[in-house]
């Protein structure tokens, strides 16, 4: 009658041996895009296919025991690299200690489905290119694990490929930020968090940090002057010890940093001025996070589960991978179900109504789609996204069509195109962490879909 | 657009400085009962009550961050120490990478529910006492988080505290040997294993370690003979040995044991004949998960969601913990909503059928009911459960009602009535690990129900 988890074995290397291809990685995934090199030029040198790089074709986690390299291990620190990242997307709390997000106990609302077989075959061209393309080209060329389109909450596209399938689970990434984003801009709707308060007085541990003296709504809209490096190739970046802070597993004995992301978020300190500039900095979205549990008492998993998970018919739990003290990962430790992401963007486009059902407030979602401020999402340069804003941790396009997206490394997407009633969720594991990668080969197949639905 | 995970940051104590108080309890919650000192008695001589020791209460994880001396970890290793384990066996995903053993997209079938509320006040007698007892007051004697009972397929009882709820799920600790052996059966009823076989010629791995000429039924009646110490006290006690080896966390750079379930079960050495007594030993449940992933290409977790979970109408996604390699565990990591456990508690009563469905063969089922030699099982010496046996890793009463048992430490239960056509499913959070402390007030406490339930 006797038998148990195991106890915890002690054990790994010291921090300082952390091999550097591994820093570089961290780095790069934690960090932000404007202060990285352009797209990994290495990893495009010779980049496997979409179709050679399938984790079923490349056998992770194959046999019992797998084969020893085909095994991966959170601890060996890799599991993060491409190839093995298209398995990981998938497997997260295989890996990692996670909180769940669960359904609740209500009916499975499938979308009604009507294939349009005329989608794959619609021709864009690419960013930057003279060589058209076709949407279903795109798939693999950016190396989708799934695609979902719905048109008037109407399923008219899905494909899966790599480690996803309709039951799976797959790593949001940065879209986790914009369902914390959301659930502020619920809060600030509901009258329960005031957006011009001070960070200081609802989290007060902050007070000494550089988000302190920062409101709510320069959190919301990463409007916070913030020192927070993320230049990979300094051993002593922030991006190092925040990650350190973050991860679950035990702490070397030598260890005096920061121990949770919360600790972390104490020691941040300020650089220029809140309110003057975006800067896309992922602390932002757990200092919200912090925020949100403080006022509310429950944490994001939890608010995200009672206000949205539980009531939209969702089809999957979703899930967080959490800190060493429990703490969900508000920056970017989300997975969920394809379908059940596209549901959010259904949520986003119908106002914040589904399925007749009002869940969130429509002035929490109307904010987000007036958008945040252009000029100052000009002063941090994306090339590729000339003209567009960000406020509640959402990416407002500010095209004629009023498309907004959550965006997430390595391909994730929510799009919502309102004049096309078009909502477009994708997962996807592109070896190159940026969406500078993908954007171009994306967003103009987006267009396309748009403008294809837009008459119908 | 960019964030990751953390990456890990190494750590902890070397092994050698694990806490002695960690090892015994470790080696308690692993150990067989046999070779365990009678119920703690330190525990027992200042136990909180149910409600005193309530997890909420506590205030266990409470709070953003929650207090220092009210955090659990994995890796502090006292996590499933009373008090602190009555919150953990709702919460061990959040401790440790775990693998999902899905529901499906199905729809939930809720059972039909009369609530019979004269069971709370059903009268029996404890072993050994003198003094009745009401069914109610036994469940929070038994520091019960959660009791369902079923009479004929419809809900008659239902009742939660603790850490639990009907959306939460809970550890089941050894009733996982049940799906685990239940699984087995289904192979061998089928066909695709011959229980006759000799463990090395499914497992070759196994030939060198006492499993390799034990057949596949002594594995699944747990009479191999094993040399396989759970003696506490022995630091060098193998069950150390299989804890180090199943731990998902990085192992010391100079510790040089098994590094998974798998490469420990290679080195488990034979004590005694094969198939002379029952011995109640985890690793064997652990051999039979290595043969059902070895013979079907899955899982103990992908088998149990493709065979039943995802069939059954199971009212929430189930799960394993695993090991640094991905490995369920099969001897006891198992953890799932107690509906869902009645579900298979119905299951096995109605032979195979559920929701006028067959899920598993009856033979299957058939052969469980039957049950193992009692000749066997009574060198084991139980004393509370005499005329007992053993068969398919289910505990078979023997009694005039033909019930028999799915039976996890610290009070996790499965009991099925088929004269009195009734299942009761428990979780619990008893202080004490073995089950020798609550059965004097479970056991007849079901009897009691079944009596008076066979009339109706």
């Known amino acids: 009658m006797m038998s148990l988890p195991p106890a915890p074995i002690p054990a790994p290397p010291p921090?300082?041996?952390l091999p550097r291809r591994l820093a570089a990685l961290v780095a790069l995934s934690l960090g932000c895009a404007m202060t990285l090199p352009p797209p990994a030029r290495a990893e495009e040198a010779t980049p496997m296919t979409a179709q050679q790089s399938d984790p079923a074709t490349l056998g992770w986690m194959v046999g019992a025991p797998p084969p020893a390299d085909k095994i991966i291990?959170?601890?060996?620190?890799?599991?993060?690299?491409?190839?093995?990242?298209?398995?990981?997307?998938?497997?997260?709390r295989q890996l990692m200690p996670t909180i769940g997000v669960g359904r609740g106990l209500g009916p499975l609302r499938f979308f009604e489905r009507k294939i349009d077989d005329s989608i794959e075959g619609l021709s864009f061209m690419p960013l930057g290119s003279t060589k058209p393309m076709t949407f279903g080209d795109a798939f693999d060329v950016n190396y989708t694990d799934g695609l979902v389109i719905l048109h008037k909450g109407v399923l008219i596209y899905e494909r899966y490929a790599g480690c996803l399938d309709e039951t799976g689970q797959h790593a949001a990434m940065s879209v986790t930020k914009s369902l914390t984003g959301l659930l502020g801009e619920i809060l600030v709707a509901e009258g329960t968090i005031d957006d011009k308060a001070k960070v200081a007085t609802l989290v007060p541990e902050l007070a000494g940090s550089a988000f302190g003296d920062a409101t709510v709504r320069q959190v919301l809209d990463m409007t916070t002057g913030l020192h927070y490096s993320e230049d990979y190739s300094d051993p002593n970046a922030d991006v190092w010890i925040y990650s350190a802070a973050g991860s679950p597993l035990p702490k070397p004995a030598d260890y005096k940093?920061?121990?949770s992301y919360f600790d972390y978020l104490k020691t941040v300190r300020k650089e220029g001025e809140h309110g003057a500039a975006f800067g896309y900095k992922t602390i932002n979205s757990d200092a919200l996070g912090w925020i949100i549990v403080r006022v509310t008492g429950k944490s994001v998993a939890t608010l995200l589960s009672e206000r949205i998970w539980s009531r939209m018919g969702a089809e999957l739990d979703a899930y967080y991978t959490v800190d060493s003290i429990g703490t969900p990962f508000a920056g970017g430790g989300f997975n969920a179900g394809?379908?059940?992401?596209?549901?959010?963007?259904?949520?986003?486009?119908?106002?914040?109504m589904l399925n007749g059902e009002r869940l969130i407030p429509e002035a929490a979602i109307a904010h987000i789609r007036a958008g945040g401020d252009?000029?100052?999402?000009?002063?941090?340069?994306?090339?590729?996204?000339?003209?567009?804003?960000?406020?509640?941790?959402?990416?407002?396009?500010?095209?004629?069509?009023?498309?907004?997206?959550?965006r997430g490394v390595h391909g994730q997407a929510i799009?919502?195109?309102?004049?096309?009633?078009?909502?477009?969720?994708?997962?996807?594991?592109?070896?190159?962490?940026?969406?500078?990668?993908?954007?171009?080969?994306?967003?103009?197949a987006y267009a396309a879909v748009a403008d294809y639905l837009k008459d119908k």
């Open 15 to 17: 921090l300082r041996a």
């Open 257 to 259: 940093g920061p121990r």
């Open 374 to 406: 252009p000029a100052k999402f000009a002063k941090a340069d994306y090339p590729l996204l000339k003209g567009w804003s960000y406020t509640g941790m959402w990416w407002i396009t500010n095209n004629p069509n009023g498309a907004f997206m959550a």
């Open 73 to 92: 291990r959170f601890s060996d620190g890799d599991y993060f690299t491409f190839p093995k990242l298209r398995w990981t997307v998938c497997h997260f």
């Open 338 to 352: 394809l379908r059940d992401l596209a549901r959010i963007g259904q949520l986003m486009l119908g106002g914040g």
């Open 415 to 444: 799009y919502i195109d309102p004049a096309a009633q078009m909502v477009i969720a994708r997962f996807a594991s592109n070896p190159v962490t940026s969406n500078a990668a993908n954007d171009p080969t994306s967003l103009p």
